[in-house]
């Protein structure tokens, strides 16, 4: 997902990412008729996520949050992944540690606290594929009451099920992403994603025609739709308080309005000339109070998803 825009007020920096207005691959599972998708969606939407793993794990850089929500689909029915806070580079040569995720999707290898690299990701994918096709998470089902500690223990000892919805490849990639061993995971071995890609699961996919953008997603999203539960799923905003910054933050908040709006923007706006209509002064130009660091902030206004729904 792309940064269109960034800006700063005096208790918020602001960023304006582009929307994906085809919403995430949860809603599209789960709400959009029977659970789960056709062989040709799934195919498609993994074989972009590989791509995309593959360009992460180039920079060394491990995602390890692969779930269903944080897939997004743009307004041509590619897929974007979204929600990289879990991400972290890992030094070159070296392993990590560190029991982060989401419940259900973690790598037993996460679970255990061991060092690993990039096959969580693998493990990842192997759970998103089994999702698409099954309705359903391969270690707990749809809306079950479990506690953490029982899903944890099936990832790390039971074998997940197979209905007859898995064609013969869908079982076998699926049993080799989701191997308890990393070593012996599909993904994890000296190839790294080429080896997932060369799997038969990705015969009807020209990875070419793919990574140039070619290749035409077998589900486009309708304009008119929402794609979303319930409409203010769309609006929601996390505030955090009490984060202590250090010098470093410091150093990279004081180049935040400049460094993050690109020249072009600027330029467009003052060739339009609509500064002024983006920018409201008062009086001999003081500044707004959004603006003015002398004033308190003011506090949050209702939006208007929330007037209309009496929220």
């Not at 491990?62 to 990289?84: M, W």
Request: charged share 30%; proline share 6%.
């Amino acid at each position: 997902v792309s940064l269109a825009y960034a800006y700063e007020t005096k208790d918020a920096l602001c960023l304006v990412l582009t929307i994906m207005n085809g919403g995430d691959l949860k809603f599209h599972i789960y709400n959009m008729g029977n659970p789960g998708f056709e062989d040709e969606r799934v195919v498609f939407y993994a074989a972009e996520i590989c791509c995309g793993l593959q360009h992460l794990h180039q920079e060394g850089i491990v995602y390890r949050d692969l779930k269903p929500e944080n897939i997004l689909l743009d307004d041509d029915g590619h897929i974007r992944i979204s929600d990289l806070g879990l991400a972290i580079k890992i030094p070159q040569g070296e392993t990590i540690r560190g029991r982060v995720g989401t419940v259900g999707y973690m790598a037993p290898e996460v679970i255990s606290n061991e060092h690993y690299t990039f096959s969580p990701d693998w493990w990842g994918l192997g759970c998103l594929v089994y999702e698409m096709i099954e309705g359903q998470s391969p270690f707990r089902a749809r809306k079950e009451r479990v506690k953490r500690e029982e899903v944890e223990k099936r990832v790390q000892e039971e074998q997940e099920p197979y209905s007859d919805k898995f064609s013969e490849d869908a079982r076998d990639i699926c049993r080799m992403l989701l191997a308890k061993d990393p070593r012996q995971r599909l993904g994890c071995g000296p190839d790294g994603a080429a080896e997932v890609k060369r799997h038969p699961f990705f015969r009807a996919i020209n990875f070419k025609r793919l990574e140039a953008g070619i290749m035409a997603p077998p589900f486009v999203p309708d304009p008119r739709a929402v794609y979303c539960k319930d409409v203010l799923d769309i609006e929601q905003f996390s505030t955090v308080k009490g984060v202590n910054l250090d010098q470093t933050d410091n150093d990279f908040y004081a180049k935040f309005a400049t460094g993050s709006v690109s020249i072009p923007w600027q330029n467009e706006m003052i060739e339009t000339e609509c500064f002024k209509d983006l920018n409201v002064f008062g009086p001999s130009g003081t500044r707004s109070p959004d603006l003015d660091w002398g004033q308190l902030p003011e506090p949050p206004q209702r939006s208007l998803l929330q007037r209309l729904f009496r929220r």
